[in-house]
T-cell receptor, first 112, second 113 residues
């Protein structure tokens, strides 16, 4: 069965550093998403991406965040200057709009 | 704006008992509704989804949910709990465009032997 993959599984960084979280969506999917889940809290929508541009973003997705599809397979989330409160599990997802949304296993980001 | 409320952050049932996890939604447009399960240290797995077809939706692992527009509810049920059902369950809603999925706070299901 096709699956969404994410790397790394765990990223530790110092406050103020830039991090890039990587995702490989399912190959024939056109819509891509990032969500985050702070430990013990609910899953929160960050951004959706289609046709090389952001479709929708939440208030969490401020200027510190950016997304990119640098090639035909990867979908990345960049946090320019990490803060302690960015520590969370970040999930990538993909689908073909209103079809089943497949989630990756997540990247646990720890900001020290 | 859309929102989801899950009643009960923790639910405990005995093995073999009925599982009922409650979800109420708010949406100004016809919603698409989902239930996801998350096992410890894993990602989200779709259990079932409602997309305006049949109001009773059957999912994986014996779960089902019924969309009740009059009650703005989408409760998840399973007739007989199994130990392997112990996990966190999230109800979620999206609009017809599907660009954004809003999740509830989650309900942790405990299954006692």
């Amino acid at each position: 069965e096709p699956e969404v993959t994410q790397t790394p599984s765990h990223q530790v960084t110092q406050m103020g550093q830039e991090v890039i979280l990587r995702c490989v969506p399912i190959s024939n999917h056109l819509y891509f998403y990032w969500y985050r889940q702070i430990l013990g809290q609910k899953v929160e929508f960050l951004v959706s991406f289609y046709n090389n541009e952001i479709s929708e973003k939440s208030e969490i997705f401020d200027d510190q965040f950016s997304v990119e599809r640098p090639d035909g397979s990867n979908f990345t989330l960049k946090i320019r200057s990490t803060k302690l409160e960015d520590s969370a599990m970040y999930f990538c997802a993909s689908d073909n709009l209103l079809d089943t949304q497949y989630f990756g296993p997540g990247t646990r980001l720890t900001v020290l | 704006a859309q929102s989801v409320t899950q009643l009960g952050s923790h639910v405990s049932v005995s093995e073999g008992a009925l599982v009922l996890l409650r979800c109420n939604y708010s949406s100004s447009v016809p919603p698409y509704l989902f239930w996801y399960v998350q096992y410890p240290n894993q990602g989200l797995q779709l259990l079932l989804k409602y997309t305006s077809a049949a109001t009773l939706v059957k999912g994986i692992n014996g779960f089902e949910a019924e969309f009740k527009k009059s009650e703005t509810s989408f409760h998840l049920t399973k007739p007989s709990a199994h130990m392997s059902d112990a996990a966190e369950y999230f109800c979620a809603v999206s609009d017809l465009r599907g660009f954004k999925t809003i999740f509830g706070a989650g309900t942790r299901l405990f299954v006692k032997a």
